[in-house]
């Protein structure tokens, strides 16, 4: 008999850098997930929207001003379209909605199907077709049918597509948590009348969720009237008689842990913050991991091809990386680091120095992850560079349009290029994707972290480093408090002095003049043997070969039952 299917629902899933489904981390985590299941032969199938305009494309400005325009891209080219329609209610009409189908292989050719709900459809309104265009767009009321057409619009297209044996719904954020209400129309006793505790509790059992989200203004909430006018009178009755909204307002992260069998952060210290910010709800913590043979560069492939038999069906092999030469590690580097330098110059025109000293800094650009730290005092950092030969800096990151200090960060980067340039060269990449990430986590010789803690849930951009033997430099958040070893897979700001920016800035200046850099520049086999415990202790441990095997052991499993029943007592209890 074939296993139950998982399906793993997520507002946005990274299946490939040209498919613009995905604005950053969340989604490319959930193409990784993905991709460890095809690779796995696991049973699962993901559900996302088709965004036609993507996220945005990011243009820079001389002085660093971002401005965007739609991502266009061709859904024909990339994905196959289905003849599959459902109809979705939302906001008091029917909204029709297509289904695309982008297969994703495992290494022995195992098939993950990931459909992507297209309401962008001549049979729909201007304000339907709209729905699957933009990716984190519009107002209040556009998110909430955003969100309608994901968790109803789920539920219904696995039906109609044959996916019969759902055995779990795994919502990746609060976004898709509507789909809770697709099941419990499914779940109830009778055609009449509203669904039961007892419906609920058949629903938790086949949910479950994970949560990203470290601050509570990041959790998404509607209002109650809006909810009445987007999902209608019956929908209303049914969250307020199963206490699934609170008072006025619908917060989907709570209708989500309300409604789940298992929940987990995606760290463990991100495990610690969710139960403080929810301490009647048990939440577990597996930590994230990025898919290995993705973000392996192609000579760091090629190394471990020859050097560690079976690595990609086993990412654990990777721990026998202690064991390849040191000389062979710098060799594959400076490789990526080349790849990297030459895809800049076409890039930007400017030309790094492949002797330099390089670090790396990319991820979305917004004031709690302190992209710009490094610049904090600027005739420090100079003198540092002066000593030991010079430093680059490669930025990358895109900032939400409306993101204000975000925005500002970038111009600061940029405006920083020039009174620095020469001690210290400044390259800002425009229009971060999949394809960047992978060149510069590959190319730089250090990668830098300096979110402001408890704020970074997990991070995995040092992850896809550490698959190329980069080591970071990081705030003690996130992942990197379960893969620091000082001096051994990179170097720590503890976390108590992260919060302050001028000392984590001095902290991080430290580092690098009376550590790092003397290292680097004169006891290089110190510094590759770095390198080489990055992989051998964190790509072998932080990969999603792993994250999918705690998934499936601690989460897809069906509890036994007196578990499931001494859950639902303690949240009765909370």
């Known amino acids: 008999m074939t296993a139950p299917l998982?399906?793993?629902?997520?507002?946005?899933?990274?299946?490939?850098?040209?498919?613009?489904?995905?604005?950053?981390?969340?989604?490319?985590?959930?193409?990784?997930?993905?991709?460890a299941a095809a690779d796995a032969g696991y049973p699962m199938a993901g559900v996302t929207l088709l965004y036609r305009d993507g996220y945005f494309r990011q243009h820079l400005d001389p002085?660093?001003?971002?401005?965007?325009?739609?991502?266009?891209?061709?859904?024909?080219?990339?994905?196959?379209?289905?003849?599959?329609?459902?109809?979705?209610?939302?906001?008091?009409?029917?909204?029709?909605?297509?289904?695309?189908?982008?297969?994703?292989?495992?290494?022995?050719?195992?098939?993950?199907?990931?459909?992507?709900?297209?309401?962008d459809r001549p049979a729909n309104d201007d304000a339907a077709r709209s729905l699957t265009r933009a990716l984190y767009g519009g107002d209040a009321r556009y998110r909430l049918e955003q969100e309608?057409?994901?968790?109803?619009?789920?539920?219904?297209?696995?039906?109609?597509?044959?996916?019969?044996?759902?055995?779990?719904?795994?919502?990746?954020?609060?976004?898709?948590?509507?789909?809770?209400?697709?099941?419990?129309?499914?779940?109830?006793a009778t055609d009449s009348g509203l669904p039961t505790c007892d419906d609920l509790a058949r629903v938790r059992e086949r949910c479950i969720f994970t949560t990203h989200t470290p601050v509570p203004a990041g959790h998404d909430c509607f209002g109650l009237d809006l909810v009445h006018e987007v999902l209608g009178p019956e929908q209303v009755a049914t969250l307020r008689a199963l206490g699934l909204a609170d008072h006025d307002v619908l917060n989907m992260t709570h209708l989500a842990l309300r409604a789940s069998r298992f929940t987990n952060a995606v760290a463990l210290r991100h495990g610690e913050v969710s139960r403080a910010m929810f301490p009647h709800v048990s939440i577990n913590a597996v930590t994230n991991g990025v898919h290995a043979a993705t973000w392996s560069s192609a000579p760091f492939a090629e190394l471990y091809d020859r050097r560690i038999a079976g690595w990609r069906r086993d990412n654990w092999h990777l721990r026998q990386a202690i064991g390849i030469p040191l000389h062979e590690i710098g060799e594959a580097h400076a490789l990526a680091k080349h790849a990297m330098i030459e895809r800049a110059a076409h890039a930007t025109g400017k030309v790094l120095?492949?002797?330099?000293?390089?670090?790396?800094?990319?991820?979305?650009?917004?004031?709690?992850?302190?992209?710009?730290?490094?610049?904090?005092?600027?005739?420090?950092?100079?003198?540092?560079?002066?000593?030991?030969?010079?430093?680059?800096?490669?930025?990358?990151?895109?900032?939400?349009?409306?993101?204000?200090?975000?925005?500002?960060?970038?111009?600061?980067?940029v405006g920083a290029a020039n009174a620095l340039a020469g001690d210290v060269d400044i390259v800002y990449v425009e229009d971060y994707d999949m394809s960047w990430g992978a060149a510069l986590t590959s190319g730089a010789d250090l990668w830098l972290n300096t979110p402001r803690p408890p704020n970074e849930a997990s991070g995995t951009s040092g992850m896809k480093a550490a698959m190329n033997g980069v080591p970071s430099l990081s705030v003690m958040d996130g992942w990197w408090i379960e893969g620091a070893v000082d001096g051994v897979t990179g170097w720590s700001i503890d976390a108590q002095t992260g919060t302050d920016d001028d000392r984590t800035a001095d902290a991080l200046y430290a580092l690098l003049e009376r550590e790092i850099l003397p290292?680097?520049?004169?006891?290089?086999?110190?510094?590759?043997?770095?390198?080489?415990?990055?992989?051998?202790?964190?790509?072998?441990?932080?990969?999603?070969?792993?994250?999918?095997?705690?998934?499936?052991?601690?989460?897809?499993?069906?509890?036994?039952?007196?578990?499931?029943?001494?859950?639902?007592?303690?949240?009765?209890?909370?």
């Open 63 to 119: 002085a660093g001003g971002q401005h965007e325009e739609p991502q266009r891209w061709s859904p024909a080219e990339a994905l196959e379209e289905l003849a599959t329609v459902v109809r979705v209610p939302i906001s008091g009409r029917q909204v029709e909605v297509g289904v695309w189908r982008c297969p994703v292989l495992g290494i022995d050719g195992h098939c993950v199907p990931v459909y992507f709900l297209d309401a």
């Open 6 to 35: 998982v399906a793993y629902v997520s507002m946005e899933i990274g299946v490939a850098s040209g498919i613009a489904t995905y604005s950053g981390g969340l989604g490319v985590l959930a193409g990784d997930v993905i991709r």
């Open 148 to 188: 309608t057409l994901l968790g109803l619009g789920a539920v219904m297209a696995l039906r109609a597509l044959g996916h019969e044996r759902v055995g779990t719904y795994h919502m990746n954020e609060g976004h898709s948590a509507l789909l809770i209400l697709a099941l419990l129309d499914q779940a109830r």
């Open 519 to 574: 290292v680097y520049a004169h006891d290089r086999d110190r510094y590759l043997a770095v390198m080489r415990g990055a992989i051998a202790f964190n790509a072998s441990h932080f990969n999603a070969q792993r994250m999918l095997a705690q998934y499936a052991i601690d989460a897809y499993m069906p509890q036994p039952r007196e578990s499931v029943e001494s859950d639902e007592q303690q949240r009765r209890a909370g």
């Open 353 to 413: 120095d492949a002797n330099r000293f390089t670090i790396g800094i990319a991820r979305r650009a917004t004031a709690y992850k302190r992209n710009d730290l490094i610049l904090r005092d600027a005739g420090r950092l100079a003198r540092i560079a002066r000593a030991f030969g010079g430093i680059q800096l490669v930025f990358a990151g895109k900032a939400h349009p409306r993101d204000w200090d975000g925005k500002g960060m970038i111009g600061h980067i």
